[in-house]
């Protein structure tokens, strides 16, 4: 008989993992107990040589399904076995927060089967939920992983759960969230008028049927989920929608639809396996895929200007529930299911805030009283080149820690603050990457306050306590401001990181590119970040490694006309490209009868000319986001205005996708360090005086704009002996362009690093942040 303590790190809090190892410890004769503290699961074990070794072998072995072991550690004990033998499951300690949280997941086919069991007890209650599956971060107030420091201390096991959580045998043993309809949450519906509905003065059997068959009739409803409130309608009903864009305010941006079933979704968008895993996984999130030409119609409104769809799956009881009750309306339709709130507001997460912010757009209310203590919007991810691309990291990823690449075991612990735009922040902690769920645009009011609040919940969640703060180089970001004012307050250093070096950055750490691994080169495409000479970045090649990096080639800096208007019209993007690449009078001279210059005659061309000779409002930009504006201008794409971020690229892609096979591609060129897309836009231009269709031009420009990124790549390559290139960067969202690229350089002889834990735009600059900042500290 010997002893071992067995340290085991990584998500092994509040999946099952103390019930895992007290069935193996039982099964190998093996003495001693297990429990939960700050730093993760933590077992004292006696028994044989050879039963220990079992126990450690059947803990990998046998991991549940939401758990991730990161290290098991065995050190020898020497004190004698506990008298009265056996194994038990302890009481959870204190202590630093050293594991992690898990993100909250979807329900699994043992409680769904329940909801569905008019004979279970749980039938068709919505906050069904065990080890396996259910609320974690949405709930959490603090570690160790206990029903006490949830949202669900508020309510009191009945006789029948406790008997459950104090099983080991049970798969609800020390499930945090259990509960039933005697001691459990509760749900409701309230109507228009602030009251209660009573489900059977409408013959419906409850709060829930009773929601879905007012959808049928066409009304919208707010329903309490699990990090927040959806809107949902008929996604089939033309009117609904329409009103729900009026109320909402959202007046173009598409929806996400939720459907009971996958065989469901694959009536309206091509999945294949790997998309169709990623849809009904554990994590749940909304996957955007192409419509299927034979789909059943649906609302005009969904998603104006695309070719692409967003649907998720029911991932809590009570969505499996409403889907279900749906179904006997309208079988083989979905629901649209868009975050709770106005447009560019956060997600409502209270019913009292809820009934307010939401008063003017919802006809009634699905409430229930588990509160949300963390506000987690859906996932978004799109699948390209058979891999999965993260577009909104949040519920069920968020906050599973990234393990940091070799090099930095060592690492600090950090606060990277991210971005202004699609924010998140990421703790550097125990040589781990803790990233946030994404918390919106920071120009916001509302969110940057839950940004500020989520930031402190993560603070006292992890008792992370920073040796520096990490932002971004641009001055004005409310993040910057807001770091550099919090470390001023606590005498902590601020260190700067240039956007697009983060962003390559965000991608080599992702990939887990070593330390010492040497450079790669980075192509860093998006919509703007402040560059190291004060004008505008976002069409770079970079010679990148964490340390530093030195700028190489960069589209041409061009002026913004009106600053921030520029941003929103993308006709502005146009004229001025026009006029830096060819010259307005050359423009006027060879191309005076395309509708395009006609059109842009009748703006105030002069006022905007004077304003950039004398450098008012036009800051410089070499953004790749806004040359795809310029073009979509061209093409008469969103050319007046955009309603959201990114509108007019993605219908220019949507555009090129309705194209033929494209043969030719517009050519560019480079001079020095800068391209040069003058002969782009000959081309373009020449075109629309021979009429070629619209669809054509955009394949044509998403083609060029591929072979010149290739070919200037492989150029650099070539000249700086690199054979790794990392794309970053929101314009690579654009999957024609992406898959064009990387099979492009594949083509060369060269590696690629792609994103796929955290996303491409500005939602994985926190993570670049992070390792940046490390290495300097590292290296300093």
């Known amino acids: 008989?010997?002893?071992?303590?067995?340290?085991?790190?990584?998500?092994?809090?509040?999946?099952?993992?103390?019930?895992?190892?007290?069935?193996?410890?039982?099964?190998?004769?093996?003495?001693?107990?297990?429990?939960?503290?700050?730093?993760?699961?933590?077992?004292?074990?006696?028994?044989?040589?050879?039963?220990?070794?079992?126990?450690?072998?059947?803990?990998?072995?046998?991991?549940?399904?939401?758990?991730?072991?990161?290290?098991?550690?065995?050190?020898?004990?020497?004190?004698?076995?506990?008298?009265g033998g056996g194994f038990v499951i302890a009481a959870s300690l204190a202590g630093g927060a050293r594991t992690a949280i898990v993100a909250d997941a979807a329900t699994c086919p043992a409680c769904l089967a329940e909801i569905r069991d008019p004979g279970d007890r749980r039938y068709r209650y919505p906050f069904t939920n065990c080890t396996h599956c259910g609320p974690r971060l949405s709930i959490v107030r603090g570690i160790p992983y206990d029903r006490a420091n949830t949202s669900m201390a508020a309510f009191t096991q009945c006789a029948r759960c406790q008997a459950e959580y104090q099983d080991p045998t049970d798969r609800r043993f020390h499930a945090q969230p259990n509960a039933c309809p005697q001691c459990g949450p509760r749900v409701w519906l309230v109507g228009a008028d602030g009251a209660e509905q009573q489900p059977q003065q409408y013959a419906a059997r409850d709060a829930i049927a009773l929601g879905a068959a007012l959808m049928a009739q066409g009304h919208i409803i707010a329903i309490k989920g699990i990090?927040?409130?959806?809107?949902?309608?008929?996604?089939?009903?033309?009117?609904?929608?329409?009103?729900?864009?009026?109320?909402?305010?959202?007046?173009?941006?598409?929806?996400?639809?939720?459907?009971?079933?996958?065989?469901?979704?694959?009536?309206?968008?091509?999945?294949?396996?790997?998309?169709?895993?990623?849809?009904?996984?554990?994590?749940?999130?909304?996957?955007?895929?192409?419509?299927?030409?034979?789909?059943?119609?649906?609302?005009?409104?969904?998603?104006?200007?695309?070719?692409?769809?967003?649907?998720?799956?029911?991932?809590?009881?009570?969505?499996?529930?409403?889907?279900?009750?749906?179904?006997?309306?309208?079988?083989?339709?979905?629901?649209?299911?868009?975050?709770?709130?106005?447009?560019?507001?956060?997600?409502?997460?209270?019913?009292?805030?809820?009934?307010?912010?939401?008063?003017?757009?919802?006809?009634?209310?699905?409430?229930?009283?588990?509160?949300?203590?963390?506000?987690?919007?859906?996932?978004?991810?799109?699948?390209?080149?058979?891999?999965?691309?993260?577009?909104?990291?949040?519920?069920?990823?968020?906050?599973?820690?990234?393990?940091?690449?070799?090099?930095?075991?060592?690492?600090?612990?950090?606060?990277?603050?991210?971005?202004?735009?699609?924010?998140?922040?990421?703790?550097?902690?125990?040589?781990?990457?803790?990233?946030?769920?994404?918390?919106?645009?920071?120009?916001?009011?509302?969110?940057?306050?839950?940004?500020?609040?989520?930031?402190a919940l993560y603070q006292r969640l992890f008792q992370h306590q920073p040796a520096a703060v990490v932002v971004?180089?641009?001055?004005?970001?409310?993040?910057?401001?807001?770091?550099?004012?919090?470390?001023?307050?606590?005498?902590?250093?601020?260190?700067?990181?240039?956007?697009?070096?983060?962003?390559?950055?965000?991608?080599?750490?992702?990939?887990?590119?070593?330390?010492?691994?040497?450079?790669?080169?980075?192509?860093?495409?998006?919509?703007?970040?402040?560059?190291?000479?004060?004008?505008?970045?976002?069409?770079?090649?970079?010679?990148?490694?964490?340390?530093?990096?030195?700028?190489?080639?960069?589209?041409?800096?061009?002026?913004?006309?009106?600053?921030?208007?520029?941003?929103?019209?993308?006709?502005?993007?146009?004229?001025?490209?026009?006029?830096?690449?060819?010259?307005?009078?050359?423009?006027?001279?060879?191309?005076?009868?395309?509708?395009?210059?006609?059109?842009?005659?009748?703006?105030?061309?002069?006022?905007?000319?004077?304003?950039?000779?004398r450098g008012i409002n036009s800051p410089l930009s070499s953004s790749c986001g806004r040359l795809f504006d310029a073009v979509a201008g061209a093409l008469g794409v969103r050319r007046e205005h955009i309603s959201y971020e990114g509108q007019a690229a993605i219908e220019l892609e949507h555009l090129a996708g309705q194209a033929c096979e494209e043969q030719f591609a517009y050519p560019f060129a480079r001079q020095d360090a800068v391209i040069d897309t003058a002969p782009m836009w000959q081309s373009l231009l020449d075109d629309l005086d021979n009429g070629v269709e619209a669809a054509r031009i955009s394949a044509r420009f998403h083609a060029g704009l591929a072979e010149m990124i290739v070919a200037t790549a492989a150029h650099f390559a070539e000249q700086r002996a690199l054979d790794c290139v990392a794309l970053s960067g929101g314009v690579f969202q654009n999957r024609r362009l992406f898959s064009s690229v990387a099979e492009g350089l594949v083509e060369r002889g060269l590696r690629v690093l792609g994103q796929h834990q955290v996303p491409c735009n500005d939602g994985g600059i926190a993570l670049g942040q992070a390792v940046i900042g490390a290495s300097r500290l590292l290296n300093f």
């Open 472 to 613: 971004d180089l641009h001055p004005d970001y409310r993040s910057t401001r807001f770091g550099s004012r919090w470390a001023l307050e606590r005498g902590l250093d601020v260190i700067e990181v240039q956007h697009h070096h983060a962003h390559i950055a965000s991608t080599m750490a992702d990939n887990a590119w070593p330390m010492d691994a040497g450079p790669v080169l980075g192509i860093a495409l998006d919509g703007l970040g402040m560059g190291t000479d004060g004008t505008l970045w976002g069409g770079e090649f970079l010679h990148v490694e964490y340390q530093r990096f030195e700028r190489l080639a960069h589209l041409p800096a061009v002026p913004l006309p009106g600053g921030t208007r520029a941003l929103l019209e993308p006709w502005r993007n146009t004229w001025a490209q026009l006029c830096m690449q060819l010259g307005w009078d050359s423009v006027n001279q060879h191309w005076a009868g395309l509708e395009l210059v006609q059109w842009l005659r009748g703006k105030p061309l002069q006022v905007l000319t004077q304003m950039q000779a």
């Open 1 to 83: 008989m010997q002893g071992e303590r067995i340290r085991i790190r990584g998500l092994v809090q509040g999946v099952g993992f103390r019930p895992t190892v007290w069935r193996i410890a039982s099964r190998t004769g093996v003495l001693g107990q297990v429990t939960n503290d700050g730093e993760g699961v933590l077992i004292e074990a006696w028994g044989s040589a050879d039963a220990l070794d079992r126990l450690c072998h059947g803990i990998r072995a046998e991991c549940p399904p939401l758990a991730r072991i990161e290290a098991l550690e065995r050190t020898p004990l020497d004190t004698a076995a506990p008298p």
């Open 227 to 455: 990090g927040g409130f959806h809107l949902a309608c008929d996604a089939s009903n033309d009117a609904a929608v329409d009103k729900l864009r009026r109320r909402k305010r959202r007046y173009d941006k598409p929806f996400a639809l939720m459907a009971a079933d996958i065989e469901t979704v694959e009536r309206f968008i091509e999945l294949d396996p790997d998309a169709r895993a990623q849809l009904a996984g554990p994590a749940a999130p909304i996957v955007l895929a192409d419509r299927r030409s034979d789909a059943p119609p649906l609302a005009a409104a969904l998603a104006p200007g695309q070719s692409m769809l967003g649907f998720m799956l029911p991932y809590s009881p009570l969505h499996h529930i409403l889907l279900a009750d749906w179904h006997d309306h309208r079988p083989g339709t979905p629901l649209v299911m868009t975050s709770g709130n106005l447009s560019d507001e956060p997600q409502c997460t209270d019913n009292l805030d809820a009934g307010e912010r939401l008063g003017q757009i919802a006809d009634a209310w699905l409430l229930h009283d588990r509160e949300i203590v963390n506000r987690v919007d859906d996932s978004v991810l799109q699948m390209n080149l058979k891999q999965p691309h993260l577009l909104r990291r949040a519920r069920g990823y968020a906050p599973h820690p990234i393990p940091l690449p070799p090099g930095f075991a060592d690492a600090p612990p950090l606060l990277a603050l991210g971005a202004e735009l699609k924010n998140t922040f990421c703790l550097l902690h125990n040589a781990q990457a803790v990233v946030s769920q994404h918390l919106g645009d920071l120009e916001d009011a509302r969110t940057s306050d839950a940004w500020e609040q989520t930031l």
